[in-house]
């Protein structure tokens, strides 16, 4: 079975600065993984994925995300927050072969300080 | 091009009644999953169709059903409905096998009171 621990419920960072959303996940096959975004009031968009080239992963918007197997770790970062950057972000696994099901970490909701 | 569309946005039902969502998948797309997700927690994965059959299922129970229709459409059908059905439901369209992306429509907001 698949699952996914987002470490950090809640991260505050100050406008500027670096950000850094935790995520471990368990799977049993070779994960393909993801980041999504929600803002307040609007659908999960698809921030960037991981699906078994290279291990560092560029987004949207300036995030990037490294697979790291021997830690099962799949870590967001940008190197400076921006405002709008504020919302909730997901990290998702997913491994059934052919039409995947996802299956989403519980958020953890970035605040940007001004 | 229309992204994932959902109706309606907002719904307000009783215990016990049943209701239906409804889920338009973007354009060329041929399967449409449903997700619920409760105020506070990551979307859950309810069910996945195409071909217009149930070909994936979460841990839902069978008051959880669905249909795809020959264009695609989906429709989410919850029935004797409790208060924790009250969630956002998310409709999520991707096109055929081995395909990563799954986009997203807006939702629909069900209380139940």
């Known amino acids: 079975a698949q699952s996914v621990t987002q470490l950090d419920s809640h991260v505050s960072v100050s406008e500027g600065t670096p950000v850094l959303l935790r995520c471990n996940y368990s799977?049993?096959?070779?994960?393909?993984l993801f980041w999504y975004v929600q803002h307040p009031n609007k659908g999960l968009q698809l921030l960037l994925k991981?699906?078994?080239?290279?291990?560092l992963v560029k987004g949207i918007n300036g995030f990037e995300a490294e697979f790291k197997k021997s830690e099962t770790s799949f870590h967001l970062t940008k190197p400076s927050a921006h405002m709008s950057d504020a919302a909730e972000y997901f990290c998702?696994?997913?491994?059934?072969?052919?039409?995947?099901?996802?299956?989403f970490g519980s958020g953890t909701r970035l605040q940007v300080q001004p | 091009d229309a992204g994932v569309t959902q109706s309606p946005t907002h719904l307000i039902k009783t215990r016990g009644q049943q209701v239906t969502l409804r889920c338009s998948p973007k354009?060329?797309?041929?399967?449409v999953s449903w997700y619920q997700q409760a105020l506070g927690q990551g979307p859950q994965f309810i069910f996945q169709?195409?071909?217009?059959?149930?070909?994936q299922r979460g841990n839902f129970p069978d008051r959880f059903s669905g249909h795809q229709f020959p264009n695609y459409s989906s429709e989410l059908n919850v029935n004797a409905l409790l208060l924790g059905d009250s969630a956002l439901y998310l409709c999520?369209?991707?096109?055929?096998?081995?395909?990563?992306?799954?986009?997203f429509g807006p939702g629909t907001r069900l209380t139940v009171t």
């Open positions: 999520a369209s991707s096109a055929g096998t081995g395909t990563y992306e799954q986009y």
């Open positions: 799977s049993s096959y070779s994960p393909s």
């Open positions: 991981y699906t078994s080239a290279a291990t």
């Open positions: 998702v696994v997913s491994e059934w072969v052919g039409r995947r099901a996802l299956t």
């Open positions: 354009s060329g797309h041929d399967t």
């Open positions: 169709y195409y071909e217009e059959e149930e070909r």
